[in-house]
């Protein structure tokens, strides 16, 4: 069943470009229409977005005044438009709430979607493009004062749309703990030759020849006129040094990992922005703190 989601933007530009997102993802260009006034939208592209009405003449992707018309006149037309989709003027309260937005200066895409399935698709594109949740916005128009769409009520001038578009960010800061190696010491390992001066005890044993002469007498005999001679050797030990090196024990250099768990404990910022409805006091006129006058 075909049916038309309308989307709120703060600006033309803005919904212009998710106009053009959407014809990117295969959206007919007759299919999206952009309703603004003129005094807040920027210069149509020289192809634009336009599509055509049902009898094929094109219509200008806008609904604003055209040369010469009154600013009443344009937002004249806007209304047809509100009337066309949502019914008679006296049709939903959400009605209003979207030619509010037009009348503060925002800009309404209405797509035209023939094929159902396409339609959550379509919604993702246009709130991924900024698309403003009007409910959420209504309630900060309501706690400025606002009680409901007035067709009577001027437009927002450029100053009054610029002091309702100022922004206080809400901040929220992330912890993020990772890790990295660090180098936190080490062992370094040296093989080098000692020398000990070392003592041990060897006995040496030594023989020597002896010569004994001793007195005697007796008759010779032929044995004894022999000639002839005896050879003795003398010895002696000494020491003999021989070294022997021999593996007492080995180094063996590794190591091992080992993990630990380490609470980080630190402290994150953020702002909060607190809005504060002001009184206003009988017989002034005062600018509220968005710089613009009480609606």
């Known amino acids: 069943m075909a049916q038309t989601l309308v989307a709120v933007f703060n600006s033309y530009d803005d919904a212009q470009a998710a106009a053009g997102r959407l014809e990117a993802d295969g959206i007919a260009r007759s299919d999206l229409n ?6 807040v939208r920027a210069d149509l592209p020289a192809q634009g977005f336009a599509g055509t009405t049902d009898n094929g003449t094109p219509r200008d992707v806008t ?6 018309e009154t600013e009443g006149g344009a937002m004249a037309r ?4 509100f009337k066309n989709l949502f019914g008679d003027e006296d049709g939903p309260e959400d009605a209003g709430h979207y030619r509010e937005a037009v009348r503060r200066g925002g800009a309404v895409l209405a797509v035209d979607v023939a094929d159902e399935s396409r339609v959550d698709a379509i919604r993702s594109v246009l709130s991924g493009a900024g698309a403003i949740d009007i409910d959420q916005r209504v309630t900060q128009w309501k706690s400025a004062g606002y009680a409901g769409y007035d ?8 100053d009054e749309i610029a002091a309702e578009r100022q922004r206080f960010n ?6 993020e ?9 080490g062992v370094r390992v040296y093989s080098r030759v000692t020398e000990t001066p070392v003592s041990e005890s060897v006995n040496l044993r030594e023989e ?6 001793r007195a005697v007498d007796r008759p010779a005999t032929a044995a004894d006129l022999k000639e002839g001679f005896v050879e003795i050797k003398e010895t002696a030990e000494q020491p003999v040094v021989a070294k022997t090196a021999r593996v007492v024990e080995e180094v ?24 504060e409805r002001v009184e206003g006091r009988e017989g002034l006129v005062e600018n509220d703190t968005l710089g613009k006058k009480p609606v």
Request: glycine share 8%; net charge negative; aromatic share 2%.
């Open 34 to 39: 952009i309703h603004a006034r003129d005094d």
């Open 63 to 68: 609904v604003g005044r055209s040369p010469g």
């Open 78 to 81: 806007i209304e047809h438009f």
């Open 151 to 158: 067709a009577a009520a001027p437009v927002y001038s450029a």
């Open 170 to 175: 809400v901040v929220k800061e992330e912890l």
């Open 177 to 185: 703990v990772g890790k990295r190696e660090v180098q936190t010491g």
């Open 208 to 213: 020597h020849a002896t010569i004994e002469r």
């Open 252 to 275: 063996v250099v590794g190591k091992e990992a080992s993990e630990r768990t380490e609470t980080i404990q630190d402290t994150v910022r953020g702002t909060e922005v607190e809005v």
